[in-house]
């Protein structure tokens, strides 16, 4: 199967609540195999493989994400020839200050990633685990880190700095880094295809609203300011993420309940957000059908969301001046219609006008346009695809190093 193909990357996208996995023909970007397992540590997790045309679904139950893990690569490799990978692209969530581009993975390069995982303790961890088991299956490619944090590194600093002392960002490295920075990239790059505007002329604000959520100012092609900052954890209502709090919120819970610091923030990080607040689920399919179904916290929880998100993609206008267009993207961004709609009905001063047909499509049959025509600010729906911006970033890289040798 595939022999033809020359240059094949195959990608690993650990997030906070799913694995994907994709192998990719470059630099044609054909998807020879895509592959999800989500809700993972949950009773409902699943999996599914598409390889070649062919789907396998399976139930998970419970799972973890080494066992998930193994799984999808054995299905992989049960089909396909580990000869095909040319090389592994591995989705790293926090770079810190010195990953700010693509980076060849060896001993060093893992141990300086552990090193951070503090700083994304939902995420680095499990991205590790995932390098590991790829090597152990492919020990003989390169496998090359893309991590979520480049594409922001070069926000200002009136965007990237704490207002603390200054003596904690030049010497304990406090300072905002943004995530999810491929699927910010990779949409910016696909909105100004559908705008047929190029990217560099553009003002856009893109919102990735998957299990973790975040929205980007990025004008002219570069990321001015995010919503996520040092952690993860800033910023917009997540899955089962607090976004931001009050900083004097640690030290009551701590003395009020008598927990541990480490227990509150665990908290902050798995017990919060639309979690946290519904009593019912991270997952907004579940709060959305609960919530129609008269579940007044349910309700709640999507209303914040809403208005959080809302006031956030206010405040990243300032960051730009003036808003070409707003993108959304991500599993809610790309398909929850209400979230959408609840969200721009809250942004007058935009003058959005959102067209209720072309909006509960998606933007499927609109050019990815769900505002009216007539809408000052045009909203955009994009499929992200933090896969295939991975794989390119990879075909760099590679071609980079053929050169060198
Ligand atoms: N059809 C849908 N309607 C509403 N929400 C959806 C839909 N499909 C997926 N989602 C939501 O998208 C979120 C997961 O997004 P995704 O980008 O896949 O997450 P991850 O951060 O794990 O990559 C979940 O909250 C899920 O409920
Ligand atoms: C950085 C982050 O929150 O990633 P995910 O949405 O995949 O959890
Ligand atoms: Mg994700």
Same mark, same amino acid.
């Given at each position: 199967m595939f022999e033809t193909f020359e240059t094949v990357v195959l990608v690993i996208n650990t997030g906070s609540s799913s694995i994907k996995m994709a192998l990719i023909d470059m630099p044609s970007e054909q998807m020879l195999a895509e592959g999800v397992a989500q809700r993972?540590?949950?009773?409902?997790?699943?999996?599914? &493989? =598409?390889?070649?045309?062919?789907?396998?679904?399976?139930?998970?139950?419970?799972c973890t994400l080494e066992d998930a893990m193994q799984k999808m690569l054995d299905l992989l490799f049960g089909k396909v020839g580990k000869g095909l990978v040319t090389a592994v692209g591995h989705r790293v969530v926090h770079g810190g200050e010195r990953f700010v581009a693509p980076t060849l993975l060896d001993d060093e390069v893992i141990a300086e990633i552990e090193s951070l995982s503090h700083l994304a303790p939902l995420h680095n961890p499990s991205n590790l685990l995932g390098v590991r088991e790829a090597m152990r299956y492919l020990p003989d490619v390169s496998h090359i880190a893309v991590f979520d944090t480049a594409f922001h590194y070069?926000?200002? =600093? *009136?965007?990237?700095? $704490?207002?603390?002392? $200054? *003596? &904690? $960002?030049?010497?304990y490295g406090v300072r905002r880094y943004g995530f999810h920075g491929t699927s910010h990239h990779y949409v910016a790059e696909a909105a100004a295809k559908c705008l047929g505007r190029p990217l560099g002329e553009l003002r856009l604000i893109t919102v990735h609203l998957g299990n973790g959520c975040s929205a980007a100012a990025v004008a002219n092609g570069v990321s001015v300011d995010t919503t996520m900052g040092m952690t993860p954890l800033e910023g917009l209502v997540m899955g089962s993420r607090s976004g931001d709090v009050d900083p004097g919120l640690h030290e009551y819970m701590v003395r009020e309940s008598g927990e541990s610091l480490a227990s509150v923030t665990d908290a902050l990080n798995r017990q919060s957000g639309l979690l946290g607040i519904s009593g019912l689920s991270n997952d907004m399919r579940t709060l959305l059908n609960a919530a129609d179904s008269g579940n007044e916290r349910a309700a709640l929880a999507i209303e914040i969301f809403c208005y959080r998100l809302a006031k956030s993609l206010a405040s990243l206008s300032v960051a730009l001046g003036h808003v070409d267009a707003v993108v959304f993207t991500g599993g809610i961004g790309e398909h929850a219609s209400v979230i959408r709609e609840k969200t721009t009905e809250q942004l007058a001063f935009l003058s959005i006008k959102l067209d209720e047909e072309r909006n509960s499509r998606h933007g499927?049959?609109?050019?990815?346009?769900? !505002?009216?025509?007539?809408?000052? !600010?045009?909203?955009?729906?994009?499929?992200?695809?933090?896969? =295939?911006?991975?794989?390119r970033y990879v075909c760099k890289v590679v071609i980079q190093e053929d050169i060198a040798t």
């Open positions: 993972l540590g949950e009773a409902d997790a699943e999996l599914s &493989w =598409k390889i070649a045309d062919e789907i396998q679904q399976f139930d998970l139950n419970c070069a926000m200002p =600093k *009136h965007a990237s700095l $704490y207002a603390v002392p $200054y *003596h &904690w $960002y030049s010497q499927r049959s609109s050019g990815g346009f769900i !505002t009216h025509p007539e809408s000052s !600010t045009p909203v955009l729906v994009v499929a992200t695809s933090e896969e =295939k911006m991975i794989a």
